[in-house]
């Protein structure tokens, strides 16, 4: 007996060591960075070939090519290098570090064809993402990842890249003149479940699922089956209109249905009361929990994405977040045609948290998402506490943003009223000291304001950006199509805003909710075609619950054209230099301009040479 214990104590050791090898792996030992690299001697080229490579070769010719990403993740390559990338099959993330020159660029370069990456032996990093931190000390997979690096050009040349689980499908962190351009990405098993009902009765529904929507039936409960996840559907789904072409949020208690299998993908759903089905619509379903984000990019400046698709992205879409002078140009977000898919983006599609510089979003078609098209914001952080007199505790507020830095040494902060969001001082950051996740002390140039009150907050005015956003259409979104607070210059012109469920256009401001800053000072809309949005079409909004001076200044809303569906054209409140002017409004019924907007607290308004159909 004791002989047996010793051979079984000894194999437990043997499969702990196994374990934590793996781990370490898969943690960063197996994806060395810049330290452990060795430095390319510049205008190589390197090969890989998951399908006859290996990586005992060379690596540098055609025909001896790698088989993974190992080899060029211990290389720290140089202007000039290039990596060039067969398709197949990746179970490794690509991590590439490179110090590209401006005019001798580093070139990753994907031939034409599908790259299935599998999560298990991906590297993994703990990341606090704004607005998608449910998971925050949960490691994410990361695919391809472009890190602390310059001059780096990404060639997709239509190469189709299919995860099968979970992950970041590309992070760039600390980099700078980051070009992607010709990428594909997609889901093998979408974490949107999808499904359509044929047939409705008074006591069933007959749903046909998607085949790409795995799923299973036992005791009469679905549960829905992926890569790496399983999930049984609670109410939160959301419903397709093919017809009217309609998104939109809708309660099903699908948890108390019971569930019978009729065929392959297809299930009868029994209630004693309908509890939403209807004939022909497509329903979506998907585990709330905020756990990734699609693209991810850090703390990083001048990084372009062009011509790129997306037919599926898991968790907040293509997350910004403290970055600067960012370009999407030709980036087109729906399901492939023939799919038969509805959805492609699993919350929002572009989120711009904390960002400075300029952002550009051109020629881009934003569709079939679960939240909104654009969201542009910084975020405010509540003043919890004056150690001295020029030293603050500040802390994150909201449970989905927090555990990165508000402000880096050198920004500006803005003093902020909770209850006007007025500001009412300003200082500059000149040290920051991280206490917890949530909370930091700040010490600033000069005495802080002796009238700091309860749940005042600061606002980051440096990391703010302007805002271009032009020749792009958004649609099939059951929130808003775009949301901007920023001081800096907006101008949102020659898009088409199609059948947003909510305002087309929202400006906001909260010190409450989801603490997003902060107030505008310029902001032009024009040439833009709204069809059949939700009411208000254009919103400005700030969440202040007294009116205490003008939160917005500066909104101009010319040449553009309306459809409206009953809805008013624009509501404002607690905003100052508001014009309305040369619009063309076609209205569902008879109206007034007086009839299509509505203001609060406002002033110097200006509503000319409309046109009203």
Partial sequence: MTEIRLKLSLLLLALL????????????????????????????????????GDDKNAGTTTNKPWRTFGRINSIMLSPGDEVNIKPGAFRQSLIVVAKGGKNST??????????????DSLYKQQLHISNTNDAPYQPKAIAFYINNSSNVNVNGNGARVVMRGKMIETFVNQSENIYLEGLSYDYHRPTVSELTATTVTATYAD???????????KDSLLTWEGEGWRYQPDDYWQVFELAAGYVYRQGIKFNTLKIAETGTNKIRAYFTKNPGFTAGFTYQNRDVTRDCAGILLM????????????????????????????????????????????????????????????IEVANSYLSAANDDAINVHGTHVRITEKLAENKLKVRFMHSQTY???????????????????????????????KLNDKEFVLTLKNKVPDNIEENDVLENVTQTASVWVHHTTMTLVPTRGMLATTRRKVLVENNHFLRTMYTALLVEDDAESWFESGLVRDVTIRKNTFTDCGGPVISIHPENHIHDGFVHENINVSQNIFHLKNTKLLAAKSTRNITILQNQIKSASPVKMDDLTEFKDCTDIKISDNKIE
């Avoid at 792996?25 to 890989?48: C, D, E, V, W």
């Avoid at 830095?405 to 009412?424: K, Q, W, Y």
């Fill in 17 to 52: 060591h196994v374990a934590i090898m793996v781990n370490a792996q898969t943690s960063g030992n197996m994806h060395p960075f810049a330290k452990n690299r060795k430095l390319s001697p510049g205008k190589t080229s390197y090969f890989i070939d998951p399908k006859n």
């Fill in 106 to 119: 580093v070139s990753i370069n994907f031939a034409p064809g599908r790259y299935d990456i599998f999560p």
């Fill in 207 to 217: 749903l046909e699922i998607h085949p790409q929507s795995t799923y299973s039936v």
């Fill in 299 to 358: 703390q990083s400046k001048n990084i372009s994405l062009k011509k790129m698709r997306i037919y599926f992205m898991h968790g907040m879409g293509v997350v910004s977040q403290f970055c600067r002078d960012i370009t999407i140009d030709g980036l087109m977000v729906k399901p492939e045609e023939g799919s038969g898919k509805t959805c492609a983006a699993w919350a929002d599609i572009l989120h711009f948290s904390g960002c400075g510089g300029k």
């Fill in 403 to 433: 555990g990165f830095a508000p402000f880096n040494p050198g920004d500006t902060a803005d003093f902020i009223r909770a209850e006007s969001l007025r500001p009412f001082g300003s200082n500059v950051v000149t040290a920051i000291e």
